[in-house]
């Protein structure tokens, strides 16, 4: 297995005459924002330990040049580059056509953890990335494990996943797993299960369906002024407020 064939999967498809037109490091996360208005996010992971690899000045820089950061070591800079890859794909029109609606989707149920409550009911659930309340919508209703590089009470710390993930039914894995490349292992291991991939870092594109993910939730932003403002601040539950959340399923083979 080539642990780069995601990355450079999705970075082949960005056209040649898009380009970065702005991005900003926060607190909490990292955007970008393409030249034909697309809004790209994830996670600020402050992992600077190696100098930075980009030369040149980032603002004008074809986008696709960007979204090769997302492979860099230092994972400030590959923040930078996930969220170039996100500016392409979670344009609004071009995210709500990858794959297909949840059929479970409705305006009140857009939450990950609700839309997929019914079908992980008595499962096998692990999730990777310690999300707000997972033990009250989860924990009643199905065997559920959560992984977690800096653990929380009651969870496994996250080199588990080699023994855990290939037993499980569904596995759910934050989107900031492409920043700190671990993704593609994840991917690997969690081959018998429904895999979902969830949060704001998520790339929404076809792509990942080619590499055996079953659900992609992740987030559109429509309003970049208000968005920005968010950023800056460093109010992360207000992400929330100028994103919309858009969950899609693999197509039927």
């Given at each position: 297995?080539?642990?780069?064939?995601?990355?450079?999967?999705?970075?082949?498809?960005?056209?040649?005459?898009?380009?970065?037109?702005?991005?900003?490091?926060?607190?909490?996360?990292?955007?970008?924002?393409?030249?034909?208005?697309?809004?790209?996010?994830?996670?600020?992971?402050?992992?600077?330990?190696?100098?930075?690899?980009?030369?040149?000045?980032?603002?004008?820089?074809?986008?696709?040049?960007?979204?090769?950061?997302?492979?860099?070591?230092?994972?400030?800079?590959?923040?930078?580059?996930?969220?170039?890859?996100?500016?392409?794909?979670?344009?609004?029109?071009?995210?709500?056509?990858?794959?297909?609606?949840?059929?479970?989707?409705?305006?009140?149920?857009?939450?990950?953890?609700?839309?997929?409550?019914?079908?992980?009911?008595?499962?096998?659930?692990?999730?990777?990335?310690?999300?707000?309340?997972?033990?009250?919508?989860?924990?009643?209703?199905?065997?559920?494990?959560?992984?977690?590089?800096?653990?929380?009470?009651?969870?496994?710390?996250?080199?588990?996943?080699?023994?855990?993930?290939?037993?499980?039914?569904?596995?759910?894995?934050?989107?900031?797993?492409?920043?700190?490349?671990?993704?593609?292992?994840?991917?690997?291991?969690?081959?018998?299960?429904?895999?979902?991939?969830?949060?704001?870092?998520?790339?929404?594109?076809?792509?990942?369906?080619?590499?055996?993910?079953?659900?992609?939730?992740?987030?559109?932003?429509?309003?970049?002024?208000?968005?920005?403002?968010?950023?800056?601040g460093g109010d992360a539950p207000a992400l929330f407020d100028v994103?919309?959340?858009?969950?899609?399923?693999?197509?039927?083979?």
């Amino acid at each position: 297995m080539n642990p780069w064939k995601i990355y450079d999967d999705l970075i082949s498809n960005i056209p040649d005459d898009i380009t970065l037109a702005d991005c900003n490091t926060g607190y909490n996360w990292t955007s970008a924002l393409s030249s034909e208005g697309g809004i790209g996010i994830a996670k600020t992971i402050p992992v600077y330990s190696i100098p930075y690899t980009f030369q040149g000045e980032l603002m004008g820089a074809p986008l696709r040049q960007v979204a090769g950061l997302s492979k860099s070591w230092n994972f400030v800079e590959a923040a930078i580059g996930v969220a170039a890859i996100g500016a392409y794909y979670n344009l609004p029109a071009r995210a709500q056509s990858a794959g297909y609606a949840h059929p479970g989707l409705t305006a009140e149920n857009q939450n990950v953890f609700a839309l997929y409550r019914e079908e992980v009911t008595g499962k096998k659930v692990t999730v990777i990335g310690h999300f707000p309340a997972l033990e009250q919508k989860l924990g009643t209703i199905c065997t559920l494990t959560i992984l977690e590089r800096e653990p929380w009470e009651g969870d496994l710390p996250d080199p588990a996943c080699e023994y855990i993930l290939p037993e499980q039914d569904y596995v759910f894995i934050t989107g900031c797993t492409l920043v700190n490349k671990t993704l593609p292992r994840l991917l690997e291991l969690s081959k018998n299960a429904k895999t979902i991939i969830a949060g704001p870092s998520t790339v929404m594109s076809p792509v990942m369906f080619e590499h055996g993910v079953y659900g992609l939730s992740g987030m559109i932003v429509r309003d970049a002024r208000r968005f920005d403002a968010v950023i800056r601040g460093g109010d992360a539950p207000a992400l929330f407020d100028v994103g919309e959340m858009v969950n899609s399923v693999r197509p039927s083979k």
